[in-house]
């Protein structure tokens, strides 16, 4: 899975002159929090989020009359405040490295580029949609979570055993385990009843995490 398949596009973008009052309403209408910001070619020179904004706008505090708060915001440019060493992935970018990016740079989101363009935009809210889709969450069926040790060919015999026993495999992920040794695997699964299938990976597995029956979940 790739970040092209699951980035947000057309992207909404803005240039360097853009005011700061421009920028919040855009959010504020099209339900964004961060706009791109690109020059005249059309490359992208920087990001701009909704905490940006509202940390420049004036407080509630502030002297100003609302005319010359309302004068201030229309007047002040993106460029003054927007982050110019923008962070950034490719269209054949895999998720798990664009989660992985935003999860170490504490960022919700990065542009997509393709060369100098701006070709879309990849949140948290689509990585864990992502998410979602990996462990079948909106699947019916088994949700059996094992672990197991790291041993070549294990995994094999164990989706070999199950298919035997007539279950389908929707699903699948694969977690850290205990130590450095084992690994957890999240399946989802159905076509076979529950006491059947525990019987039947016994010999394939450390121990049963958990197993439940879920109707989407």
Known sequence: ????????????TIGPKTSLD?????????????LPVIDHSGSLIGIVT????????PSEATSLSVWEIKSLLSSFPIEKIMSKEVISVTEDTPMEEAARI???????????????SVVGIITETDIFKAFLEVLGARE???????????????????TQEIFEIGGNILSLGSFLGEDSKTVQLVFKIEG????????AIKPFISRVVDIRNCAGC
Do not use: C, N, Q
């Open 192 to 199: 076979v009843e529950e006491k059947a299938l525990l019987e």
């Open 140 to 158: 019916a069926g088994l949700r059996l979570t094992v672990e197991l040790d790291k041993s070549p060919g294990v995994l094999a015999k164990l």
């Open 1 to 12: 899975m790739f970040v092209g398949s699951r980035m947000k596009h057309p992207v909404i």
């Open 50 to 57: 909704e905490l940006d904004l509202l940390k420049a706008s």
């Open 22 to 34: 421009e920028a919040l309403h855009l959010m504020t209408t099209e339900h964004i929090r961060r």
């Open 102 to 116: 935003m999860a170490d740079k504490k960022i919700g989101g990065m542009p997509v580029v393709r060369g100098e």
